[in-house]
């Protein structure tokens, strides 16, 4: 047998390699290290823009809105970063210092528990503190009937809580004191209400933040939201740099046109022109809002029970629902105690149950004073157990 393997003498010669004919060949300098990727990505087109009506889209670079910021910020033009306080004291801290420029607030709660109440308080603090001016429409009540209650509030908030009744005027009273003073002075050319001792002192209240307080009486015909965003556009043309925190109670009775064939469509087109509202002409909104009949029947409001639609919890930035304490606080706490379950009866619980700048799920109580229109601002942490109608009810 023979061998595959042979010396390596005996394998056969390699055919010679063709020669290659000379050529020019250009230098090419050593590669540098990779390009990063950001210095790859073409830049936008200056002009990128799509015309529309009535208005254009033109997308800005984090750069453009960098520079713009960093603009506003070497003007002192930063009032949309400073959040504008409510005038409830744990409210405030609990949402970072109030409410801001651009955010939509919903406050809930089933009839009775203080919407009205609050928000109206709310708005005074607001005009007073003299940070930002204050939109109150209201769709339930005429302008007159609103400042009756600023005047009892005022009587109120003036001294001491619990409010003196010897020298603070209830609602109802007011009408009775501003027809006395007409009858008092009839007589007289110009009747004042000045002149009635009682009334003064929350009059002269009401001046000094007066003409940053603005109400109007909502109409289904006419305060629309297209109407409501021609308004507030005036106002920005007016007074480019003052704050404005726009009031609507309530939501529901806001008109849609063309009206939908239901209430949650035409409750998601009035949520939706609001935020737009907002973020556009860069006000706050703060919308009272109702509950449904499930929520009517619930032990306990929550967010889910806003009536209308889906939308109120999706576009809003906080909602705040008011329970009455006698109601939702767990028996654990009043069975052995009835004095106790009749002094919860002169509280309202605020449940913070969405808040994109900060904590949520955070109860608060306030002492209401409805006789004056108006809560103790000075209000506090709950302490005691609540019932949580998703886990439990005892």
């Not at 889209?57 to 910021?69: I, Q, Y």
């Not at 949309?80 to 949402?95: K, M, V």
């Not at 109120?156 to 501003?178: C, N």
């Amino acid at each position: 047998m023979t061998s595959r393997w042979q010396p390596a003498d005996q394998f056969p010669a390699a055919p010679p390699l063709p020669e290659l004919e000379p050529r020019d060949v250009p230098f090419v300098a050593p590669a540098g290290p990779p390009t990063p990727a950001v210095d790859r990505v073409p830049a936008a087109p200056p002009d990128w823009a799509a015309d529309g009506q009535p208005a254009s889209l033109r997308p800005r670079s984090a750069m453009e809105v960098l520079t713009g910021l960093s603009e506003k910020v070497s003007q002192g033009a930063v009032a949309e970063y400073q959040p504008i306080p409510l005038g409830l004291s744990p409210l405030d801290r609990t949402l970072g210092g109030g409410i801001r420029s651009g955010e939509l607030m919903m406050i809930g709660g089933a009839q009775g528990t203080g919407k009205t109440t609050m928000a109206l308080q709310i708005a005074r603090n607001i005009a007073q503190s003299g940070q930002a001016n204050a939109l109150y429409i209201c769709f339930e009540h005429d302008e007159e009937y609103l400042l009756n209650r600023l005047m009892a509030l005022e009587s109120a908030l003036a001294g001491p809580m619990p409010p003196d009744s010897t020298k603070s005027i209830r609602i109802q009273d007011v009408r009775r004191e501003v027809l006395g003073t007409w009858m008092a002075q009839g007589g007289q050319d110009k009747p004042d209400l000045r002149g009635n001792p009682r009334l003064r002192p929350a009059l002269d209240r009401i001046a000094r933040y007066g003409q940053g307080l603005f109400l109007l009486r909502g109409s289904h015909a006419h305060t629309n939201t297209a109407n409501l965003r021609r308004m507030v556009e005036a106002y920005r043309e007016s007074a480019p740099a003052r704050p404005l925190v726009v009031f609507i109670d309530y939501l529901q009775r806001v008109p849609a046109v063309p009206d939908p064939p239901t209430e949650t469509e035409r409750v998601t087109n009035v949520v939706a022109a609001l935020k737009d509202l907002a973020l556009g002409l860069g006000v706050a909104v703060v919308c009272v809002v109702a509950a449904d009949k499930e929520g009517l029947k619930a032990a306990r409001l929550r967010n889910h029970h806003l009536r209308g639609s889906s939308a109120l919890n999706y576009e809003s930035d906080v909602i705040l629902i008011l329970n009455e304490k006698y109601h939702i606080v767990a028996k654990v706490n009043i069975e052995f105690n009835p004095y106790q379950a009749q002094r919860f009866r002169d509280w309202t619980i605020v449940t913070v149950e969405k808040n994109r700048s900060g904590r949520d799920a955070v109860d608060l109580e306030f002492e209401k004073h409805f006789e004056f229109s108006c809560f103790d601002p000075e209000g506090r942490q709950v302490q005691e157990k609540l019932i949580e109608e998703r886990l439990y009810n005892d």
